[in-house]
């Protein structure tokens, strides 16, 4: 499989999380982002009794290290998943690459996890895809 990636189709983690903050600030919620290095939970946000856990994962642009990130953010938001209560979602670089990963990734298993994806482009848009 190859892909075809350009550099200036992914933000850098950091910049993703600022727009993930703003977005998130836009709909009511109040996220806690790990800045930097951080350990734990990218993004903690709460909006009244509501929870939303979202780890953010950017890569380089090679075939074998695109997927390595995609499957490793998933492991990641799994291991996160101690709340029945909570909301958790993934987000990514909106890059064809990671979309045709999200679009693989098999219905039954979005399903179960309820795990939604967060695409996040240049311009700022955050798109938000369920299955």
């Known amino acids: 499989m190859h892909w075809n990636v350009k550099s200036n189709d992914c933000l850098p983690e950091k910049k993703i999380k600022q727009v993930l903050e703003g977005f998130l600030t836009s709909q009511g919620w109040n996220p806690e982002i790990a800045w930097g290095s951080t350990h734990g939970i990218d993004i903690e946000a709460k909006r009244n009794t509501d929870r939303w856990i979202i780890e953010v994962k950017v890569s380089e642009f090679s075939n074998p290290v695109i997927v390595n990130s ?25 890059a064809e690459p990671f ?33």
Not at 70 to 87: A, H, T, W, Y
Not at 100 to 118: C, D, F, G, M, V
């Open 70 to 94: 995609f499957v490793s953010v998933l492991g990641e938001i799994l291991q996160r998943m101690n709340d029945p209560g909570c909301k958790y979602s993934i987000a990514l670089p909106d």
């Open 99 to 131: 979309r045709r990963l999200w679009e693989r990734l098999p219905i039954l298993a979005k399903n179960r996890t309820e795990i939604t994806a967060l695409f996040v482009n240049r311009a700022g848009i955050v798109t938000e895809r369920a299955k």
